[in-house]
């Protein structure tokens, strides 16, 4: 069993910042790569960011490429996400997702979620 439990979500406004945190605690589990998706009401689950916990790679989705920076704490079993700059359509729940993955962007090849934190944007 693993969970993973997210925090530092909330309300700013437009060019504000905000850090996500997700701590992993568990045993028993394979994964290769922690990943950061948002949804927004109505929309589809998209990657954010992630990144490889061995080696250290990480992915970007296009629309946040500049302004979100993913990292981890491998002493911590902690993934941190630093989105600056926010705009309103940043505004979403945010998950955390680990697994053995090969494409990040894909929510289905992650096999543990957590609960999600809301980030909400204003203008």
């Known amino acids: 069993q693993v969970q993973l439990v997210e925090s530092g979500g909330g309300s700013v406004q437009a060019g504000g910042s905000l850090r996500l945190s997700c701590a992993a605690s568990?045993?028993?589990?394979?994964?290769?790569?922690m990943g950061w998706f948002r949804q927004a009401p109505g929309k589809e689950r998209e990657g954010v960011a992630a990144?490889?916990?061995?080696?250290?790679?990480?992915y970007y989705a296009d629309s946040v490429k500049g302004r979100f920076t993913i990292s981890r704490d491998t002493a911590k079993s902690t993934v941190y996400l630093q989105m600056n700059s926010l705009k309103p359509e940043d505004t979403a729940m945010y998950y955390c997702?680990?697994?053995?993955?090969?494409?990040?962007?894909?929510?289905?090849?992650?096999?543990?979620w957590g609960q999600g934190t809301q980030v909400t944007v204003s203008s």
């Open positions: 997702a680990a697994g053995l993955v090969y494409s990040p962007e894909a929510p289905y090849e992650y096999g543990y």
């Open positions: 568990g045993y028993g589990y394979s994964s290769n790569c």
């Open positions: 990144i490889y916990t061995g080696g250290g790679s990480t």
